[in-house]
């Protein structure tokens, strides 16, 4: 699995646009780019996934460029409840089986008044 | 049950005793996971299985055992629990192909 490099940490201010930018120089052909979001004392919850140009949901956007070496997640007008670790991670989705999804120690992002 | 579910919420646990996490599912999901998360740093995946009766180590498996008897149920096991074995548990499962798992609400334990 490709290696993630994403800030330790960032703090912003409610209503403001965050974006948290995510490295992976190593990125294979098949690998896809997911991000989780991590509340204190609860398990990862999937935000959004993407493999090129840009995905959008309800939650965040996420932006790929052509090289695909690096992502970044967009958080629309964040409010204090964004408040959590955000995860990158990259993988193959494995035919036949289910995905052994490597986690760093991700963005610990801070929202503020 | 709406998702997944562990049990027990927490645990502290005498070394050498043998204990047993639970997790079930009810969304058919043919892959479940166990992972560890230790206090500031990122999930590590324990074991996992792709299908009932098929089961797969993960990056820390020394230590943990597990079964997969049907769909809906995974349990991590400790055989003889060790300090080092004080941590948040999660489970999760996915359908097949799928990067996107699902978590249950983690097994806080600690081992003295």
């Known amino acids: 699995l490709a290696k993630t490099t994403q800030p330790i940490s960032m703090d912003s201010y409610e209503g403001q646009e965050v974006n948290i930018t995510c490295s992976h120089n190593?990125?294979?052909?098949?690998?896809?780019i997911t991000w989780y979001q991590q509340f204190p004392s609860q398990g990862p919850r999937f935000i959004i996934q993407g493999y090129k140009t840009k995905v959008t949901n309800e939650v965040a956007s996420l932006f790929i460029p052509a090289d695909r070496k690096s992502s970044t997640l967009s958080l629309p007008r964040v409010s204090l409840s964004d408040t959590a670790v955000y995860y990158c991670l990259v993988g193959d989705r494995v035919t036949g089986g289910g995905n052994k999804l490597t986690f760093g120690t991700g963005t610990q992002l801070k929202v503020e008044l | 049950i709406a998702g997944i579910t562990q049990a027990p919420t927490s645990q502290i646990l005498a070394a050498g005793r043998r204990m047993t996490l639970r997790c079930t599912q009810d969304m058919r999901h043919n892959a479940m996971y166990w992972y560890r998360q230790d206090l500031g740093l990122g999930l590590r995946l324990i074991h996992y299985s792709n299908t009932a009766g098929t089961t797969g180590k993960g990056e820390v498996p020394d230590g943990y055992s597990v079964s997969r008897a049907n769909t809906d149920d995974f349990p991590l096991t400790l055989a003889s629990a060790v300090p080092s074995q004080t941590s948040v548990y999660f489970c999760?499962?996915?359908?097949?192909?799928?990067?996107?798992?699902?978590f249950g609400p983690g097994t806080r334990l600690t081992v003295l």
């Open positions: 999760a499962s996915s359908e097949v192909e799928s990067n996107e798992q699902f």
């Open positions: 190593n990125i294979a052909t098949n690998d896809y």
